[in-house]
């Protein structure tokens, strides 16, 4: 296993090198993704979206692989973010159903 990462005379390395890779957003989807747990669903719905680009774009070796961790990290919280959007939307809804109907009806 060890002589397999070894350079060998006249092999190449296919890919790009270092250099040429795009670097990672990774602290940007982090940031979105923690903005949109705190106050902008908005946000995590980027966050969650730039995350499985750039997930793609490391795996294809064409985005700097030192952000992933960073990067997973802003998308579990983009999708956490939209997670709780959507049962607070559905919670309210109830919420207006329940009481809502109850005020017009002069029940309470």
Same mark, same amino acid.
């Given at each position: 296993?060890? $002589? ?11 890919? +790009?090198? +270092? ?11 982090l ?7 705190l ?6 719905i ?7 680009? $750039?997930?793609?774009?490391? $795996?294809?070796?064409?985005? $700097?692989?030192s ?14 973010? !939209? !997670?709780?959007?959507?049962?607070g939307?559905?919670?309210?809804m ?7 109907a ?7």
């Amino acid at each position: 296993m060890a $002589d397999y990462f070894e350079e060998r005379p006249g092999t190449v390395e296919a890919g +790009p090198t +270092p250099q040429q890779m795009a670097p990672h957003r990774g602290t940007l989807v982090l940031v979105l993704g923690i903005l949109g747990i705190l106050c902008c669903f908005i946000c995590g719905i980027v966050a969650w979206v730039f995350a499985n680009t $750039d997930l793609r774009e490391m $795996d294809a070796g064409r985005m $700097d692989p030192s952000g992933r961790g960073l990067t997973q990290a802003g998308k579990i919280c983009g999708i956490i973010g !939209v !997670v709780l959007a959507i049962l607070g939307l559905g919670f309210w809804m109830l919420w207006m159903l329940l009481f809502g109907a109850a005020a017009v009806t002069g029940s309470m």
